[in-house]
């Protein structure tokens, strides 16, 4: 009898006693699990794959000339004077400039932002080291959640107001720099 009447208790002490209840469903982090897995939260990754191609080309073809002269003859009684002046001008000028640039790499950056409008605000910068050579490559920009494919990548085509750098540091771009005493009379126009 002794036994029931503690057990008794207990259970009118458990009874007593306020549960709580916690859910596997939390509001802040679900998502279904029909829906595709695209990052939708700051902080989420996104690959971003660079494949930026630009060239640019300008030619200017110039030319001018002028012919000008002057001549007189003056013949008179058993004299005769003759004068003759001659001017000719010509300019023929030529410029040719062309510079091309691309850039192909494979990028992980992260959403900082999400606007009003969904958009998703990302950014990031990778930096590779190899032999003594660094290279950096910098991606800021905006992307739309429908732009981001089932694989979790987006090219860097659709990334609107973007900002894309890519700069090199070491023995390689140090010698394709020219050199101080360059710069010096390059200044002078030497």
């Not at 916690?22 to 990754?45: C, E, K, M």
């Not at 494979?106 to 590779?128: A, C, F, H, K």
Request: charged share 20%; proline share 4%.
């Amino acid at each position: 009898m002794q036994k029931t009447k503690v057990a008794g208790s207990c259970l009118l002490l458990m009874l007593a006693m306020p549960l709580h209840a916690t859910s596997l469903y939390q509001p802040a982090t679900y998502q279904p699990f029909t829906s595709d897995l695209r990052p939708r939260r700051v902080g989420d990754l996104i690959t971003v794959m660079v494949y930026e191609s630009a060239s640019a080309s300008t030619a200017a073809n110039t030319s001018a000339g002028r012919d000008a002269g002057v001549g007189f003859d003056l013949l008179g009684p058993g004299k005769g004077y003759a004068g003759h002046a001659k001017t000719n001008n010509q300019l023929d000028g030529r410029g040719r400039t062309v510079r091309e640039g691309r850039v192909l790499a494979q990028l992980t950056v992260s959403i900082r932002e999400i606007t009003p409008n969904g958009e998703l605000v990302v950014g990031g910068e990778q930096l590779l080291e190899v032999n003594n050579e660094k290279q950096q490559i910098r991606i800021e920009g905006r992307v739309r959640p429908q732009d981001v494919s089932d694989a979790n990548v987006v090219l860097s085509t659709r990334i609107a107001d973007a900002k894309i750098s890519y700069a090199g540091q070491g023995d390689l771009a140090d010698m394709q720099r020219p050199g101080w005493w360059h710069r010096f009379l390059t200044l002078f126009g030497l």
